[in-house]
């Protein structure tokens, strides 16, 4: 098992370069990865998606809780009139609600999120790249209509709404393990990538 953790890029909020570093981090994972966990990462379940689309020596996909419309979520995070900001000064630092500086989002990251075609991506996911994608019914921060999204565009696909789960399936830990290890098992261990996709900074 080959493991991708970023979170320690997360840990010291200045060394922070891209808030959505994830979409290089897809495109350019080392190709011998066949086993792969993904998680403590708010990205998790877009990386492998972008993975599979560009490399075809995975044939199992586990998306959780990942994002469709990437456009989505932004103004909640940086505020009204973001882009303006952004341009002005080529980034935005992001506190919380105590006024705590906790990352800071580069003009350059921003673009790639907004830029980034998710439709197409998954559309170029190979037909025998089986997908699952598990999400919450009561997730507030990414809501089901993603999963929908993700269902009905990529070929090989099937979905499992955890109902009463939230992003981070909180009390739901057990069916969403029963679901991700029931799919898994059903195919060879040797071509399996596992996204997980927790509460999102953006």
């Known amino acids: 098992m080959a493991k991708y953790d970023n979170a320690d890029q997360y840990s010291k909020p200045v060394s922070r370069p891209n808030m959505i570093n994830w979409i290089r981090i897809g495109y350019n994972l080392p190709y011998v990865f066949h086993y792969m966990e993904i998680e403590k990462s708010s990205e998790g379940g877009n990386v492998v998606l972008l993975y599979a689309s560009k490399y075809t020596d995975v044939h199992t996909i586990v998306n959780i809780s990942g994002r469709f419309y990437l456009e989505r979520g932004i103004e909640g995070r940086l505020g009204q009139d973001f882009l303006q900001r952004i341009k002005q000064n080529g980034f935005i630092d992001v506190k919380n609600k105590g006024g705590k500086f906790q990352y800071r989002v580069t003009e350059e990251s921003l673009m790639d999120r907004l830029t980034t075609d998710t439709h197409a991506t998954c559309l170029l996911i190979q037909k025998d ?3 699952l994608t598990v999400h919450g019914s009561c997730d507030e921060p990414l809501l089901v209509e993603d999963a929908l999204a993700f ?8 979905l499992h709404i955890v109902e009463g789960a939230d992003h981070e399936f909180t009390s739901h830990q057990d069916e969403l393990a ?4 029931d799919f898994v098992r059903s195919y060879p261990p040797s071509s399996i ?3 997980k996709s927790t509460r ?3």
């Open 193 to 195: 990538i596992a996204g």
């Open 178 to 181: 029963s679901v991700v290890l």
């Open 129 to 131: 790249c089986r997908v």
């Open 151 to 158: 269902a009905k565009i990529i070929h090989n696909h099937k």
């Open 200 to 202: 999102s900074r953006l």
